[in-house]
């Protein structure tokens, strides 16, 4: 099994035009030529028509049974009664996680405006996914997106499970100290590229990520993830299909890590079931 904890359905290219269509057909298609089984949709901290909000995802996934919604949050312009709408989503199960975009928004996460949000994940027990590192956008603050700041969450909310997005790129070692600290902290590889790895880039990443592994963070806690469309599938299948890395290792990363999280069962996701061992065996 494959789950892809970390794609989008935003329209980058024109956020005037509406994504919710094309932009998910092709998600749809684009995992089933990969052999993708299962995949995380992450709403955006902003609304347009380029970038659907949660309702409208909810909507578009509520009868399938493989795409799963994660609740993009905005810092500046949070209220409570978002935070009400998607108690019912989480309630019946139709979000699984919450997300925060520091960073492409001005605020870190330990922001007393956010303790309502990770006592609502407390209360259902859904991680939050924190962006960090660099941004897509060049006008983002990447100050505020350092992974060093999770720390801070991580440890006045223990009960509450966190993701590193995007392995904190470029700050890897920082993450690996954070994850390594904090039993209920997590990293997800998602977004480590703008398309396709290059040949260099690809090296010297892949050395990253084998010696976190190998060296510093325990597997249980690193989620596979793309952060498509902005990167593609295929290249991200390759890349973590030739770590050298056990392959107990890589079944956790691919599937079992994400789906604990996330609470998936191989009997939710109906897609391609059993792909990803003769992927691996490749």
Not at 69 to 79: D, E, P, R, W
Not at 125 to 150: A, C, E, F, N, Q
Not at 193 to 215: A, C, P, S
Request: glycine share 4%; charged share 25%.
């Amino acid at each position: 099994m494959i789950l892809d904890c970390h794609v989008h359905i935003n329209n980058y290219s024109d956020e005037t035009k509406d994504a919710t269509a094309n932009t998910f057909e092709e998600l749809q298609n684009t995992m089933r030529r990969n052999r993708i089984d299962a995949a995380m949709i992450l709403t955006s901290y902003k609304v347009n028509p380029g970038r659907p909000s949660t309702k409208q995802v909810v909507r578009l996934t509520e009868n399938l049974n493989h795409i799963y919604v994660v609740a993009g949050i905005s810092y500046l312009n949070f209220h409570l009664d978002y935070l009400v709408e998607l108690r019912d989503y989480l309630k019946d199960r139709t979000v699984r996680g919450l997300k925060l975009y520091p960073g492409y928004e001005p605020f870190y996460p330990n922001d007393e405006i956010l303790h309502p949000v990770y006592e609502l994940a407390e209360e259902f027990d859904v991680p939050v996914m924190i962006h960090t590192g660099d941004t897509y956008s060049p006008t983002g603050k990447i100050k505020y997106s350092h992974p060093i700041h999770v720390d801070d969450v991580a440890v006045d909310f223990p009960n509450v499970k966190f993701i590193i997005c995007h392995l904190g790129n470029p700050w890897t070692r920082d993450t690996m100290e954070v994850v390594y600290k904090n039993e209920n902290v997590y990293t997800d590889v998602s977004g480590l590229v703008l398309g396709n790895f290059t040949d260099r880039f690809e090296v010297f990443m892949r050395k990253q990520l084998q010696e976190m592994i190998l060296y510093g963070v325990n597997p249980n806690h690193v989620l596979y993830g793309t952060d498509w469309p902005i990167c593609t599938m295929e290249t991200y299948l390759k890349f973590i299909n030739e770590l050298k890395l056990p392959l107990d290792d890589k079944k956790k990363i691919f599937w079992e890590n994400g789906a604990k999280l996330f609470k998936l069962s191989r009997s939710d996701s109906q897609l391609n079931r059993g792909s990803m061992w003769d992927f691996l065996k490749t």
